[in-house]
């Protein structure tokens, strides 16, 4: 069924996803205009319209993410401890916000979808480099994120705000 090279995956078929694929695709489509026509009031959960679409948005990418761990059938140890590490960061950095249902959403979601997209680089044979990254490279990659990141923040807690 898969033939597998150095860099690429192909199947019998030219596109068997292809409209599982177009389903999500629509499902995003659908809440976000739901997101954006549906009045506040029905959803008092919720006291912007970007933080109603956003946490939808994770659901379905959650739910996604978790239809392609359970198709794999693979469990891999190294990979599951990154991935709810990763959840639990997560987690423990949104703790300030106080809809707790909305941080353990984003928190699930970091981590099954970090977990689901590890495996199209085993069945590729392409290193993951996110997972094989030694120190110093996590060190330059940290860094990197905080030049970039920083300046953002500081824009968008002084200026936008």
Same mark, same amino acid.
């Given at each position: 069924?898969?033939?597998?090279?150095?860099?690429?995956?192909?199947?019998?078929?030219? =596109?068997?996803?292809?409209? %599982?694929?177009?389903?999500?695709?629509? !499902?995003? &489509?659908? @809440?976000?205009?739901?997101?954006?026509? /549906?009045?506040?009031?029905?959803?008092?959960?919720?006291?912007?319209?970007?933080?109603?679409?956003?946490?939808?948005?994770?659901?379905?990418?959650?739910?996604?993410?978790?239809? =392609?761990?359970?198709?794999? %059938?693979?469990?891999?140890?190294?990979? !599951?401890? &990154?991935? @709810?590490?990763?959840?639990?960061?997560? /987690?423990?950095?949104?703790?300030?916000?106080?809809?707790?249902?909305?941080?353990?959403?984003?928190?699930?979601?970091?981590?099954?979808?970090?977990?689901?997209?590890?495996?199209? =680089?085993?069945?590729?044979?392409?290193?993951?480099?996110?997972?094989?990254?030694? &120190?110093?490279?996590?060190?330059?990659?940290?860094? /990197?994120?905080?030049?970039?990141?920083?300046?953002?923040?500081?824009?968008?807690?002084?200026?936008?705000?």
């Amino acid at each position: 069924m898969l033939r597998m090279d150095r860099n690429e995956v192909q199947t019998r078929r030219k =596109y068997p996803v292809g409209w %599982k694929l177009s389903v999500f695709f629509g !499902a995003f &489509i659908l @809440l976000y205009t739901a997101g954006v026509v /549906l009045p506040l009031e029905v959803t008092p959960h919720y006291h912007i319209f970007m933080s109603r679409i956003w946490n939808w948005t994770e659901i379905l990418t959650l739910l996604l993410a978790v239809y =392609y761990i359970i198709r794999t %059938k693979v469990f891999q140890w190294k990979q !599951a401890v &990154i991935a @709810l590490s990763l959840g639990l960061i997560c /987690l423990v950095s949104l703790f300030r916000d106080p809809r707790t249902a909305d941080i353990i959403v984003t928190s699930l979601c970091v981590a099954a979808a970090f977990y689901a997209a590890c495996r199209p =680089y085993e069945l590729a044979g392409v290193e993951n480099v996110s997972i094989h990254t030694g &120190i110093v490279g996590s060190i330059r990659y940290f860094g /990197l994120g905080a030049a970039v990141s920083v300046p953002l923040a500081v824009l968008n807690v002084y200026i936008i705000h």
